[in-house]
């Protein structure tokens, strides 16, 4: 009789890393669906040439490390990166501009540092901050949402937007179906009170409705997620607070000069980043109270950079300066073990 | 009273209980033979009082506890004990243990036993005493030794008695059958058990999963005086691990590395308190357990009343085991337990379930993915831990760091590894890890004793040379004080030529000394010369000569001036045994020296082998002295004295022998190693010329060995010496016999055999000899 | 002329003052540490076997503060270069081969109808865990012995065996988990390659 020895346990529960993948694929759906809804085919077509570039070259990645191409693949994390990474660039962005993204991502921010499970930074966020960096025309130039255009449902067509992407098209059309985002124009206020601003700008009254609803999707998508136990509330709960009560004290202090708490919340990344980057596991700190450090600084840093910086959204930017902390959170946050009075900070060392 | 309270994480399996509880609790067939494990509890292994061959009868004490912390171990049923050996034992490793092994006569005859009448009237001492006798130990999983936890009331206040009937792992109903259709013994265990601890209260804690056991156990508490409360936890695993039991019923935790009697708790097992209760009332010890025996493997998954001992294979027969569908047979919950390979494996006194499990019930896990730091593992923590931060630390050795986030506390409960999707085997890098530790921490207690044993060594041959240098000291100056004090009594007296002849041979010793040191550094300088290729290789080699000649000079003039002076005392004879050994040394040196200059191809190897070649004679020059001076006196030294010198004679020559030996061996190993074949012609020259001497000297060896023999016969035999040649002559064969065996040469080979057959004929012949006179 | 002079003259003073300020922090706060040789010599593994070239661990300790190779030690094998590495910071090396390969712990046995009482083995161990007088049967105190082999070459009837120490259950280390890329390579589940380990 042929009996096998291993350790316990001996059974274990249905469920799998390609199965987390998998719902956090679908609740990126709301979202994906809200952004099509408003910013036309672009985010489509840009999700789908991102899944099939990601899983090349995850695919030849893998190959380069000498891993099995088929267990590896199937895991779904390509495409939650390439997912993230294309719904963060502008619609129209160029197919290379994609591309570059998604090779720096998959490439240099996974594989390079060990793949799966050990890179330090989140691969998309590396990945957006580079294109930022890199190609601030392009990543600037954001479709107007169709609320914008006054008469009704008008987006740019199928073959314009394919065209947009992979051709060229004549200035006309970005200048007719592109625009600032109510980040930049808040950004780029020229001596105007935020009131004034709200008034004047086109953007702000008629186009935010648009962004609040695309923040409302995402935000469904991870209450869903938090229903399935996928995350615990305790990162994305602690970001939104940040946020909101650094952006409160501001605003209270000088409405004239800074933003609305409720709007900072609801326009931009926020939510995005709150429930789909902040909850990434992999960069994220690990114990339920650094994951509440972790999402509060990171919900000031983006008040901070968003206000003061240089850039406009400053999500991606907050991400990977707390990815660069989270080690750090992490050995002084360590839980109370059981039967333990307190628990133990820091790392033991040599000369301890 | 009885709120229930909670713990942190914890999971849900499916309970898969229902299935084993349909029919009563049955008896296990009686087994041909049984297999009694010596240790089946925590502590020291017991003892085996039976040997092979005795007959022994059930409940008969036949192992008993060497340590406290131990327990007693009794015969299961009447037979035979047919081996006392290794046998495999129900551990993860599948290693074999000191095993009882009794072949059952099928009668299963009792020992003689009674229980006590009234414990309450003994001493409290005497019936823990009682209770260590019948060798009970902990039923539950760790089988920690009962009688231990019955003395805590003496150092420790215990408040809280918690009998454990949680249960908590899927398929395992043993302890719910118990109490279903025995809850009077439950009980009465119980109350002996707080006759002896004296608790204020006593909480039961039992999963909301066993209806039909908590009504039994409510019927019988109706009768009792004791203040007992049975707690409903929920069902959640590990609810049943001691800390969380605790935790659950009295939100206390305890403390790490504590026990929970240093918060005034005492945990037990409701298995162990029906042991108690049949010990103390019926006297009956604990050779038998209720086993759980289920799985989708058995076609009547059921519980049994099994001895202990029983192979599980008898276990599965009798619920009907389908082989073709076994994959897993595991020992224990599928959370916990051990998997085991070998369905031989008895049953000992912590085997509550044994779960034959199919492929699809059980399937192997899949490979681990990646870890992506999910943290489910933290939220199923009942110890409160980060396991997959343990888990890095485990991977990448560094333990130090699992240590410090509490690596220790980890209770192996398997719930993380349960909830985990990447199906990372996170328990087993715990156990490694910790082994790993544990091993680490055994291995530098026993670096730290060494090193101290070491030190104390190195003092002592400290202390002794300076104690043997100050007697020296003393012994010179009462020596000068004598001389002097004859000087001045016999002032014109000429000096006692043996006064005058010390300190002649020690100048002439101390001259031989510098000489040596002199030649010794001109030595060293010419081989730094040598090495290097310098210039003054000439000049340095005449001052070499130039030393070698002066310290030849000087070891004559000691040579002859040593003998001359005190011709046959010990000391010289002893000064001469180390002049020979350093001479032989040399030569050893030279020896090496030459081979590596050989190996390396250097010019002076032509002069290396001069020296050798000086050397050897200048050591076989030493060793005839040597020997001339232990054989002078030997010859002709009177018949009573006669015994004493010979031995001495003796044994120099079986050193010779030895070394020889040695020698042969070595030469013959590097002829083994060489490759060149000029140097394998010399070096067979060289090893038939070491042969020739070891001939020699076991000749001469032999023949001083007959003669000893002869002088024994004469005068009084020397038994032990004989016994020792013996010895010696059946070493050498058995050296023969290996060496025949390595040998791969036929010359070779038949060589050795005729070497054989000497040594043999020698062997015998002084067996003969040694016989004659024993 | 005098500016140049001026800055000369000050950052002399200022080389000066520092280079004052610095010797006297260097005997002020000096690290009253454990020396060096201690710590090397508390992870050096006491077998005092003598492999490194030195004769017992202290002096070797001694060496390796001194500057000599890490990796000279065999009973302590990798597990000890390791921590040497990691206590000097400096690359850990594979096992120097010249001095012997890593062996499983053993203790010395004594065969005792073979031994002929003659001591020598005694005066060789350096633990002094063997036990007999001169003609009387010699035994190895088996919880002593630290597998240093040194008893074996001067016996002369060669009756000692350095016997592997057997794994216990209560000795048995957990194996490591195998890596997941072998069992992929190999397409099978964990438990098969459990039992097929030894």
Redesign the interface.
């Known amino acids: 009789?042929?009996?096998?020895?291993?350790?316990?346990?001996?059974?274990?529960?249905a469920?799998?890393?390609a199965?987390?993948m998998r719902l956090v694929l679908i609740a990126t759906l709301p979202g994906i669906l809200a952004m099509t809804f408003f910013f036309g085919w672009g985010t489509l077509i840009q999700i789908a040439l991102a899944c099939s570039l990601a899983l090349a070259f995850e695919a030849a990645a893998l190959k380069l490390r000498k891993?099995?191409l088929g267990?590896f693949l199937s895991?779904g994390?390509a495409l939650v990166t390439a997912i993230l990474l294309a719904v963060a660039i502008p619609p129209f962005s160029a197919w290379w501009v994609t591309a570059t993204g998604i090779f720096f991502a998959i490439v240099i921010a996974k594989h390079l540092y060990g793949?799966?499970?050990?890179n330090p930074f989140n691969p998309a966020m590396v990945a957006y901050a580079l294109l930022l960096v890199s190609f601030p025309v392009e990543m600037t130039r954001w479709t107007s949402p169709m609320t914008q255009h006054g008469g009704g449902w008008e987006i740019a067509g199928f073959i314009d937007t394919l065209q947009a992407i992979f051709g060229s098209v004549d200035a006309v059309f970005y200048d007719s179906f592109t625009g600032a985002t109510p980040l930049d124009v808040l950004k780029h206020r020229g001596g105007l009170t935020t009131e004034e601003l709200w008034r004047q700008s086109d953007v702000l009254s008629s186009g935010v409705g648009a962004w609040y609803a695309v923040s409302a999707a995402w935000f469904m998508g991870g209450i869903f997620l938090l229903s399935r136990?996928?995350?615990?509330w305790h990162a994305p709960l602690s970001m939104l607070i940040a946020l909101f009560l650094t952006a409160s004290a501001f605003y209270g202090f000088d409405p004239d000069n800074y933003v609305n708490p409720v709007v900072h919340l609801s326009v931009g990344a926020t939510m995005l980043g709150a429930f789909f980057i902040a909850t990434d596991?992999?960069t994220s700190a690990?114990?339920?109270k650094g994951k509440m450090v972790f999402g509060a600084l990171l919900g000031v840093l983006i008040y901070v950079i968003r206000t003061w910086g240089n850039y406009p959204d400053a999500v991606a930017f907050a991400v990977l300066l707390m990815n660069l902390c989270a080690p750090f959170i992490?050995q002084y946050t360590?839980?109370?073990?059981?039967?333990?009075?307190r628990a133990?900070r820091g790392?033991?060392g040599?000369n301890q | 009273m009885s709120k229930v309270f909670s713990?942190?994480g914890g999971?849900h399996?499916p309970g898969n209980k229902k299935r084993s509880t349909r029919a009563a609790i049955g008896k296990a067939p009686l087994p041909k033979t049984l297999v009694v494990p010596m240790q089946q509890h925590i502590g020291g292994p017991a003892d085996p009082l039976v040997k092979i061959g005795d007959q022994v009868l059930k409940g008969q004490l036949i192992a008993e506890p060497i340590s406290r912390i131990s327990a007693a171990i009794h015969a299961p049923t009447s037979g035979k004990v047919v081996d006392v050996a290794a046998y495999p034992i129900p551990h993860?490793s599948?290693l074999s243990e000191e095993c009882i092994v009794i072949e059952s006569d099928g009668e299963d005859r009792w020992i003689e036993h009674q229980g006590l009448d009234d414990y309450r009237q003994l001493r409290r001492q005497d019936l823990i005493e009682h209770i260590r006798n019948c060798g009970i130990a902990g039923m539950g999983g760790a089988g920690f030794p009962t009688d231990v936890k019955l003395h805590l009331s003496e150092d420790h206040i215990v408040n809280t008695l918690i009998i454990n009937a949680a249960e908590c792992e899927?398929y395992i109903t043993a302890d719910d059958m118990l109490m279903r259709e025995r809850a009077h013994e439950v009980l009465g265990g119980i109350e002996i058990i707080a006759h002896l601890l004296r608790p204020s209260h006593v909480l039961i804690g039992i999963e909301d999963n066993k209806p039909n056991a908590i009504h039994a156990l409510e019927a019988v508490l109706k009768d009792t005086e004791l203040n007992i409360d049975i707690v409903v936890v929920p069902t959640k695993y590990p609810s049943g691990g001691e800390?969380q039991l605790i935790?659950l019923l009295t939100d206390l935790?305890?403390?790490?590395?504590?026990i929970p009697a240093d918060i005034g708790i005492v945990c037990q097992n409701v298995g162990t308190t029906a042991a108690v209760y049949r010990a103390v009332h019926y006297g009956e010890p604990l050779i038998s357990r209720i086993v759980t025996v289920t799985g989708d493997a058995v076609l009547h998954p059921r519980n049994l009343e099994t001895l202990i001992g029983t192979p599980f294979s008898t276990l599965l027969e009798a619920c009907d085991l389908r082989?073709e569908a076994?994959?897993?047979?595991?020992m224990?919950g599928?959370?916990?337990?051990?998997?085991?390979?070998?369905?031989q494996i008895p049953v000992i006194k912590t085997t509550n379930c044994l779960?034959a499990?199919t492929a699809q019930e059980?399937p192997?896990?899949p490979?681990a993915?990646?870890?992506?730091?999910?943290?489910?593992c933290?939220?199923a923590c009942?110890?409160?831990?980060?396991p997959?931060?343990l888990y890095w630390f485990a991977k990448g050795r560094e333990f130090?760091?699992a240590?410090?986030?509490?690596l220790f506390?980890c209770i192996?409960c398997?719930a993380c590894?349960?909830?985990?999707?990447?199906?990372i085997?996170l328990?087993?890098y715990y156990?490694y890890a910790k082994s790993e530790i544990r091993t680490e921490q055994r291995d530098q207690q026993k670096a730290d004793h060494a090193r101290q044993r070491f030190e104390a060594r190195q003092a002592r041959l400290e202390r002794e040379v300076a104690e043997k240098e100050a007697r020296r000291k003393a012994r010179a100056e009462e020596a000068a004080k004598a001389q002097q004090q004859k000087a001045a009594t016999q002032s014109d007296a000429s000096p006692q030529p043996a006064a005058a002849a010390e300190p002649d041979a020690k100048q002439l010793k101390t001259a031989a000394a510098v000489a040596r040191t002199k030649l010794k550094k001109a030595q060293k300088a010419y081989d730094e010369a040598v090495g290097t290729n310098a210039d003054n290789l000439a000049e340095l080699e005449a001052a070499l000569n130039d030393a070698r000649s002066k310290a030849e000079a000087a070891e004559k003039a000691l040579a002859a001036g040593a003998p001359a002076t005190e011709e046959g005392s010990g000391d010289d004879l002893k000064q001469l045994k180390v002049a020979a050994a350093v001479a032989r040394t040399k030569l050893k040196k030279a020896q090496d020296a030459l081979k590596n200059a050989e190996d390396k191809g250097l010019d002076g190897v032509d002069k290396l082998r001069a020296t050798l070649v000086t050397l050897e004679n200048k050591a076989e020059e030493a060793q005839q002295a040597y020997e001339q001076a232990a054989n002078k006196p030997a010859s002709p030294s009177p018949a009573p004295t006669e015994e004493k010198p010979a031995e001495v004679d003796i044994k120099a020559l079986k050193q010779q022998v030895s070394i020889m030996r040695t020698k042969l061996k070595k030469a013959e190993s590097a002829l083994d190693g060489c490759e060149d074949e000029a140097e394998i012609a010399r070096m067979k020259t060289e090893v038939n010329e070491l042969k020739q001497r070891f001939e020699q000297a076991t000749a001469e060896f032999d023949k001083a060995e007959q003669a000893l023999i002869e002088r024994a016969a004469k005068s009084g035999i020397d038994l032990k010496q004989l016994r020792i040649d013996a010895a010696m002559a059946r070493a050498a064969v058995t050296k023969g016999e290996r060496s025949l065996s390595k040998a791969d040469n036929d010359d070779e080979r038949s060589q050795i055999e005729q070497e054989l057959t000497s040594a043999r004929a020698k062997a015998d012949e002084l067996n003969l000899t040694l016989s004659q006179y024993e | 002329m005098s500016t140049v002079l001026t800055a000369v003259i000050v950052l002399f003073l200022l080389a000066a003052i520092f280079g004052i300020v610095l010797g006297y922090a260097s005997v002020r706060f000096k690290v009253e540490g454990n020396p060096i040789v201690d710590q090397i010599d508390a992870i050096l593994p006491q077998t005092q076997c003598g492999q490194c070239g030195y004769p017992g661990c202290r002096p070797y300790a001694e060496a390796i503060a001194g500057g000599d190779a890490i990796n000279k030690c065999p009973p302590g094998g990798q597990t000890t270069i390791d921590a040497l590495a990691?206590?000097l910071d400096v690359e850990a090396v594979p096992l120097d081969a010249e001095h012997g390969e890593e062996k499983p712990r053993s203790v010395a046995y004594i065969r005792e109808d073979e031994c002929i009482g003659c001591t020598k083995c005694i005066q060789a161990c350096p633990v002094d865990a063997i036990l007999g007088a001169a003609k009387q049967m010699h035994t190895v105190i088996i919880s002593e012995c630290t597998g240093c082999d040194l008893c074996v070459e001067p016996c002369p009837v060669d009756c000692i065996d350095m016997i592997p120490i057997e794994t216990t259950p209560n000795t048995w280390k957990?194996p490591e988990?195998p890596s997941p890329?072998q069992l992929?390579?190999t397409d099978r589940g964990?438990?098969?390659a459990?039992?097929e380990a030894p």
């Open positions: 009789m042929a009996l096998i020895r291993l350790s316990s346990p001996h059974v274990s529960k469920n799998s890393t199965n987390v891993r099995p267990f895991d994390s793949g799966l499970g050990n136990k996928i995350f615990t596991p992999v690990t114990s339920n992490d360590q839980p109370r073990s059981f039967g333990h009075t133990n790392m033991k040599k | 713990f942190h999971i399996p993860a599948g899927p800390r935790k935790e305890v403390p790490s590395g504590r082989p076994l994959s897993k047979l595991v224990g599928p959370m916990m337990g051990v998997t085991v390979e070998n369905d779960i499990a059980m192997l896990a490979p993915q990646a870890c992506i730091r999910c943290g489910m933290e939220q009942p110890a409160e831990l980060l997959q931060q130090d760091k240590k410090h986030h509490n506390d192996e398997g590894a349960y909830v985990c999707p990447s199906n085997p328990v087993q156990r | 990691d206590l957990w988990p890329m992929i390579a964990r438990g098969v459990a039992s």
